[in-house]
Structure formats: structure tokens, C-alpha cells
């Protein structure tokens, strides 16, 4: 099964939860109808002028929601929810997929891997290319939501949705920037040992995982950072858990940085792509690319 199979199949899971969802909200809103006709029918009746000027307002009301609701503006904000919740910081929230490097982008399809890693030098787009794909992946989960709120939702569920400028979207993927935490978790290990225990179980167990710049950690086989992504690689491997990352160490430098063993798990986890040698796209301004 390649990505993109892995993908549609995450999808269509997640198509289904929904339907099953928007069922049960549709089965609440006919018993809520049914509650308030029967309140209705012991009162006085109102003017069916009245009635059927209140019924516009509400539909007014319900489509102004939807027009709100699907502006270019909120689609942008539920984006960059799910890209939040992912875990990717602002930056790298402008990635699109069509901008990656053709090089890379080519590289990756040839493959057809479910899991891989992207391996080359420094700025060349590697993290761009992977914050890309979940930008892509984020995009098509909005639009199904927005499908489905339309068709379903209540007015009150709309405005929940433009007030908190979320859909409510459960993500499966998880972005671990491994310099940035790694190091942060390492500080916290004598004074917090439970927060460290807790961030390694949420690496091992994330259904889809992300490990941007591996080996930017300066890390060394003793040490405890080293120990921390061995047992995230393990655990992944035996679980057979969909895993992507990025470095800008080749081979040697791998195995230098967390030993033979790492490496090579890590290999059966996600074999490695190595990138052919491009300029630095971050000292290019036209082209500017986060790594």
C-alpha cells in the first residue's frame, strides 16, 4: 500500500465516522422537531403571517451561517486548525504540495513506500515537502467537514464552528519537531519524569508520526536523547505504525549519531530517500523553503 492508498483509506475511515455521526444528529434534530411540535399544538396559535415570517428569518439566518461558514477566510482558519493540531508551527503552515520541489516530489512517488524518510542537504525543502502533504491532507478533511455541515449541521453546531474557528476534526498525524522536543524533554527528565514518559508514549502510539530533522539534536549514543528515539522506532516497528522523517545526516552520520541499531531499525521502519545535492532554497528569496 502506498501513501497515497494509506491516505484514502484514513479517509474513508473517517468518511464513515462521520456519516454515522451526522445520522445520529439527524435522528436528534426529528425528535427535537417532534418535542416542539407537540409544545406547538397546545398553544395558541400565532398568525400564520407571523409563522412564516419567523420560518424566513431562521432561513435567513441559517444561510447567512453557511456563507460565513464556507468564506475563504474561515476555510483558511479550519486549515490552520488542523494543521495546529497536528502540531506544525505557523511557518510552516504555508506549504503547498504543487510548490514542493519537482526533484523531491518525483523522488517520493517513485518509491511508493507507506512509511520513508527524506534524507539531503541543508534548505533543500524536505520539511517543506512533508508539511506539504499534511497541507494537502488537512485541505481535503475540510472540504469533506464543510460538505457534511452544510447537509447536517444545526444552526447552533455552525456557529460553534465560526466562533472557535475549528470543525471539530479529529487528526491522526502527529508533527514532532525532534530537535526542539527532544532537548526540551531532556531538560525536564530529573523534575519531571512523567511528562517525559508521556511525551515518548505519544510518539510510539500517534497512528501517523512525523520526525522532522533527526540528527539536529547533536545527541550521542549515550546519550539519553539517543535512548528516547530508540524506544519510539521500536515500538512503531513492532506495531507497524506509518512513519515519516527527515534529516540532513547521511548514513554514516546516522549510525555515528545513535548507533547501528537505531539506524537500522529505523531503516526497516522507513527506508531512507536520498535527495540528490540542490542549492539551499532558503537563500534563494523567490523560492524561499523551510527545511
Not at 525532534?178 to 511528562?195: C, G, L, T, Y
Not at 508514549?201 to 522532522?212: R, S
Not at 507497524?240 to 531499525?265: A, K, V
Request: a neutral charge.
Amino acid at each position: 500500500m502506498n501513501v497515497k492508498e494509506k491516505i484514502a483509506e484514513c479517509e474513508a475511515k473517517y468518511q464513515a465516522a462521520q456519516e454515522k455521526v451526522a445520522a445520529q444528529q439527524a435522528e436528534e434534530e426529528a425528535r427535537r422537531a417532534a418535542r416542539w411540535d407537540a409544545i406547538l399544538a397546545r398553544c395558541t396559535p400565532m398568525d400564520p403571517a407571523e409563522v412564516e415570517a419567523e420560518r424566513k428569518r431562521q432561513l435567513a439566518r441559517v444561510e447567512e451561517l453557511k456563507t460565513t461558514l464556507t468564506s475563504p477566510e474561515m476555510k483558511q482558519a479550519f486549515v490552520n486548525d488542523v494543521l495546529a493540531k497536528i502540531g506544525l508551527a505557523p511557518a510552516e503552515w504555508r506549504a503547498e504540495y504543487s510548490k514542493i520541489p519537482k526533484v523531491i516530489q518525483k523522488s517520493i512517488e517513485q518509491e511508493h513506500l507507506v512509511s520513508f524518510g527524506l534524507v539531503g542537504g541543508y534548505g533543500i525543502g524536505k520539511s517543506y515537502a512533508l508539511a506539504g502533504m499534511l497541507k494537502r491532507f488537512a485541505l481535503r478533511q475540510v472540504k469533506s467537514q464543510l460538505e457534511n455541515a452544510i447537509q447536517q449541521w444545526s444552526e447552533s453546531e455552525i456557529e460553534t464552528a465560526i466562533q472557535k474557528k475549528s470543525l471539530g476534526i479529529r487528526v491522526r498525524f502527529r508533527w514532532c519537531n525532534w530537535p526542539n522536543e527532544s532537548v526540551k524533554m531532556r531538560s525536564q527528565i530529573s523534575s519531571s519524569s512523567d511528562a517525559v514518559e508521556a511525551w515518548i508514549e505519544n510518539l510510539q502510539n500517534a497512528p501517523n508520526l512525523i520526525l522532522d530533522d533527526i540528527g539536529a539534536d547533536h545527541a550521542t549514543q549515550q546519550d539519553w536523547i539517543g535512548d528516547a528515539l530508540a524506544r519510539v522506532v521500536d515500538e512503531r516497528l513492532r506495531d507497524e505504525r506509518t512513519t515519516y522523517w527527515t534529516s540532513n545526516l547521511d548514513r554514516p552520520g546516522l549510525i555515528e549519531r545513535y548507533g547501528p541499531r537505531t539506524f537500522s531499525r529505523l531503516m526497516e521502519l522507513a527506508p531512507m530517500i536520498i535527495l540528490p545535492a540542490m542549492p539551499d532554497l532558503r537563500l534563494t528569496k523567490s523560492n524561499h523553503r523551510p527545511a
